[in-house]
């Protein structure tokens, strides 16, 4: 099991606004990095250390991150946003990678 | 542009060994870590290594420990994975990935991704 624990699935109105979280005894203490993927496709880097955003990631996806739980917002969620989103973090040894099990947005 | 070439896809036997080759262009290549990462059919990313480039220093998450090596051609700007001793549970898409930045953050994101190279482990 992974160290990093995220819902299999949430799902969004059209336009609302959604959290999508990681849980992880080790946040508190590491960054997190967030990953869009849609199908066949490689994933695409949304939010890194925490909560910075890569230039062309629209200001609708931000991140956060409070006690051992790191969280994933878009706000207005459009149609292209539904995807799988996998969060990332440091493992209990602080020098390797872990992935946690991947949230499915659906958007209705 | 900065990008990542992948090699092709392959088709290995059981007890086989794989290595897949990652091409980087568009800048330093000895400045940003690289990592692997994969994703079974139907299954999330998992986290496989990371190497430095600059001085090929690796750290293996302990599931590959043993059966994975990673190395770095500098003069191709290219780094590879190979996984030996191949099971069917090793079929999977392998993706090799750019650290965001340099240094420290070395292990805060992945911001360029390959494509993505196919194996397939089968008898």
């Known amino acids: 099991s992974s160290e990093l624990t995220q819902d299999p699935a949430v799902s969004v109105a059209l336009g609302q606004t959604v959290r999508i979280t990681c849980q992880g005894n080790?946040?508190?203490?590491?960054?997190v990095s967030w990953y869009q993927q849609k199908p066949g496709q490689a994933p695409v880097l949304v939010i890194y250390?925490?909560?910075n955003r890569p230039s062309g990631i629209p200001d609708r996806f931000s991140g956060s991150s409070s006690g051992n739980t790191a969280s994933l917002t878009i706000t207005g969620t459009q149609a292209e946003d539904e995807a799988d989103y996998y969060c990332?973090?440091?493992?209990?040894?602080?020098?390797?990678?872990?992935f946690g099990g991947g949230t499915k947005l659906t958007v209705l | 542009q900065v990008q990542l070439v992948q090699s092709g896809a392959e088709v290995k036997k059981p007890g086989a060994s794989a290595k897949v080759s990652c091409k980087s262009s568009?800048?330093?290549?000895?400045?940003?870590?690289m990592h692997w990462v994969r994703q079974a059919p139907g299954q999330g990313l998992e986290w496989m290594g990371i190497?430095?480039?600059?001085?090929?220093?690796?750290t293996y998450a302990q599931k590959f420990q043993g059966r994975v090596s990673m190395t770095r051609d500098t003069s191709t700007s290219t780094v590879y994975v190979d996984l030996s001793s191949l099971r069917s549970e090793d079929t999977a898409v392998y993706f090799c990935?750019?650290?965001?930045?340099?240094?420290?953050?070395?292990?805060?994101?992945?911001?360029?991704w390959g494509q993505g190279t196919m194996v397939i482990v089968s008898s």
């Open positions: 250390g925490t909560k």
């Open positions: 080790r946040l508190r203490s590491y960054y």
């Open positions: 190497i430095n480039p600059s001085g090929g220093y690796t």
């Open positions: 990935a750019r650290a965001v930045c340099g240094g420290d953050c070395s292990f805060d994101g992945f911001d360029i």
């Open positions: 568009g800048y330093t290549f000895t400045s940003y870590y």
């Open positions: 990332n973090s440091r493992d209990s040894s602080g020098n390797r990678l872990v």
